[in-house]
């Protein structure tokens, strides 16, 4: 995976799926080379997929 995952593309995903893209996402960053495109895009798709699963949980309280 050497793609930026936007929060659009993962609006329509299932919760697995969600876990798969995850994963993926991790794997990609472990092989990056630090600073590299492919590093930045897979920090950043990882954060969209931790927003988005975030959000599908709902506001925490307190």
């Known amino acids: 995976m050497d793609r930026l995952i936007t929060r659009s593309e993962l609006t329509g995903r299932t919760g ?3 876990s798969v893209l995850f994963r993926q996402a991790t794997e990609a960053l472990c092989r990056a080379r630090p600073g590299s495109p492919e590093h930045r895009a897979a920090l ?3 954060d969209n997929i ?3 699963r975030a ?3 709902g506001p925490r309280p307190g």
């Open 16 to 18: 697995p799926e969600l």
């Open 44 to 46: 950043a798709s990882l």
């Open 50 to 52: 931790a927003r988005e």
């Open 55 to 57: 959000a599908r949980r």
